[in-house]
């Protein structure tokens, strides 16, 4: 008994041999000594504190209070499926909101195709001259003819759309197409703008022939119903796309009336009806007879120039008449169209003949004295609707179209 416990002590003083713990501080060491009983009690509390701690894991992991019952796992199968029908609605909110969003933006997109192509048909007009083709505009039931003139045109209004209450960017969406909308409103304006001061030029032109814009009004002809802008601004104010569609229509029937003009200056004798420099020896109205020495009317102005001088188409035509004619001697008549007619008279020759296409500056003759004459001249007149007018007003108009002239 007594050796075992010499063993047993032996063994303790080996795992618990006296230790010190040194310490050095300042250039001084100081040192510490645990003695073994220190040791083994040290040992015996962290092997309590190891052996708690497993015990306790132990019994957390695999006791009752580690699993889950079947309350608990019924409550968990209840919470998972709560999750899943969430979800679901969740994706089908989203489907349902994203297809509608797609039918709004399918919608929006063929709306701005449309408006782009309005646009691009006006577009055209403008830089080619070509006319416009209504069913472009308005679809195959443009069976509306307008006749809007500058001086009954409407105050401009601005297309005005209601703003939806919806999220932020529904609102942004918003936004951006109402900005887009104010784009094509302010170039309609400006494309309005451009065609009104074309129009506005060509009818100043008519003033200076002195027959002015009105009359050749009076004698247009148009088919189908008469519809005025005023009309088809109070039939389409409440609806946006309709109101779009009025500003494209207000635009369009400017830029032909714009065109209908130009058309008609175009086709005016308004250049010089002699291929050379000539000087005018009869004024149109009345004057003094050569031959009865008394007051008579004269239809006409006669420029003279040197015999056999080249005599000159005015403007654009037909030649509707063109040989001799009692007291004009070898005249040639050219209609232009539109009602307007010019005549040159007195010729020594005529180089045209009756059905001939002639454009401005043809040849149409030679300066002579036939019929009543007396001297080599021209004889030049102008009539709009069978009525004469004074050629020098529409030789002063030319000098505005004819710059070179």
Known sequence: MKKLSLRARAMFDRVFPERQIYHRSGGTVHYISVSPWQQAMLAAGVTAIAGWTAVTTVSYVFGPSGNYDMAENG????????????LRANTALSRTLLEE???????????????HQALTVILEALESGKDLDITTLRGDDADLMLDATIDEADARQGLQRAMPGASLEVVGVRARIDELETSQEAWLNQAEDIVVERAERARGILRLTAVGSGRIEDSRAMGGPEVSIAELTSSMADDPDAAFERRVLQVAARLEEAKYYEDIVASLPLAEPTGVPARLTSNYGMRVDPFTRRPAWHNGIDMAAYYKAPIAAAGPGTVTYAGRMSGYGRMVEVNHGYGFKSRYAHMQSISVSRGDTV????????????????GPHLHYEVYFNDKPYDPVDFLKAGRHVHQDQ
């Open 75 to 86: 409550e968990s199968a209840a919470r998972y499926q709560r999750w899943i029908q969430e």
């Open 101 to 115: 969003r797609t039918e709004d933006f399918q919608r929006v997109t063929a709306e701005f195709e449309e408006r």
């Open 359 to 374: 454009a401005i500056g043809d040849t149409l003759g030679l300066m002579g004295s036939s019929g009543r004459s007396t």
